[in-house]
C-alpha cells in the first residue's frame, strides 16, 4: 500500500471549506469528519488546526465576523450620514443572503464571551458607531443605537431566511422603510 500523499493546508483553505459546507448544508453538516471529505485529509490532521468542533466553530464564528466586517466596511467607503447607514445595513442582509450558514456559525460561537470572538465583533460594533456617529450620539446612547440597528438587521435577516415574508412585497424596499424610520426616530435624539 503506497502512503497517503501530503497534503498541507492553512486555516483559511479549511475555514473557507466549512463556510461553503455551513452555507450549502447547513451548520449542522459542518462536522470533523464532513470537512475533513470535503478537504482531502483524515479527521485527526484538523487538530492541527483548532482544538475539535468546538475549536473549529469559534475559528468558523471568527471568520464569519470578520468576512462580514469587510463587506459592511467596504459598503462604508465614501458615503456618510443615512447613505452609510443604509450601506452597511445593506450589506449585513446581504451578507446574510449569500452566506447563511457562515451568518449562522458567527451567531454559535461555543463561548461568545471569548476574547477573540468579543475582538472580532467589537470591530463591527465600532464601525457602525462610527456611521452613527452623523446623529451626534455618544457612549452609552450611540451603543443603544448599534442594538436597535442590529435587531432590526438580524431580525429582517432571520425571518427572511426563515421564509417569513410571504407577501408580494419588495424585500430591500421593506428594509430601506425599515431603516429609514429607525433614522428618522434616532435623528429626533428621542433616545
Known amino acids: 500500500m503506497s502512503p497517503?500523499?501530503?497534503i498541507s493546508l492553512d486555516l483559511m483553505e479549511i475555514l473557507d471549506a466549512a463556510g461553503?459546507?455551513?452555507?450549502?448544508?447547513?451548520m449542522q453538516e459542518v462536522t470533523l469528519a464532513n470537512l475533513a471529505k470535503k478537504v482531502g485529509i483524515r479527521?485527526?490532521?484538523l487538530y492541527n488546526h483548532f482544538d475539535g468542533l468546538p475549536g473549529l466553530r469559534k475559528k468558523l464564528a471568527i471568520y464569519g465576523i470578520d468576512r462580514l466586517y469587510g463587506v459592511m466596511a467596504d459598503a462604508a467607503i465614501g458615503v456618510s450620514g443615512s447613505e452609510a447607514v443604509l450601506a452597511i445595513s445593506k450589506a449585513y442582509v446581504n451578507f446574510a443572503r449569500k452566506h447563511p450558514g457562515i451568518y449562522e456559525a458567527t451567531l454559535l460561537a461555543p463561548d461568545p464571551e471569548d476574547e477573540e470572538v468579543q475582538q472580532a465583533g467589537a470591530k463591527i460594533v465600532d464601525l457602525s458607531v462610527r456611521v452613527l456617529k452623523a446623529y451626534q450620539l455618544e457612549g452609552d446612547l450611540a451603543?443603544?443605537?448599534v442594538r436597535g440597528l442590529?435587531?432590526?438587521?438580524?431580525?429582517?435577516?432571520?425571518?427572511?431566511?426563515?421564509?417569513?415574508?410571504?407577501?408580494?412585497l419588495d424585500l430591500d424596499e421593506s428594509?430601506?422603510?425599515i431603516l429609514k424610520a429607525f433614522l428618522a426616530g434616532i435623528?429626533?435624539?428621542s433616545l
Open 150 to 168: 442590529r435587531s432590526i438587521l438580524h431580525g429582517f435577516s432571520s425571518l427572511e431566511q426563515k421564509g417569513g415574508f410571504k407577501m408580494v
Open 175 to 177: 428594509l430601506s422603510i
Open 143 to 145: 451603543l443603544h443605537a
Open 43 to 45: 479527521p485527526p490532521s
Open 187 to 189: 435623528s429626533e435624539n
Open 4 to 6: 497517503r500523499p501530503k
Open 20 to 26: 461553503g459546507i455551513a452555507d450549502q448544508q447547513g
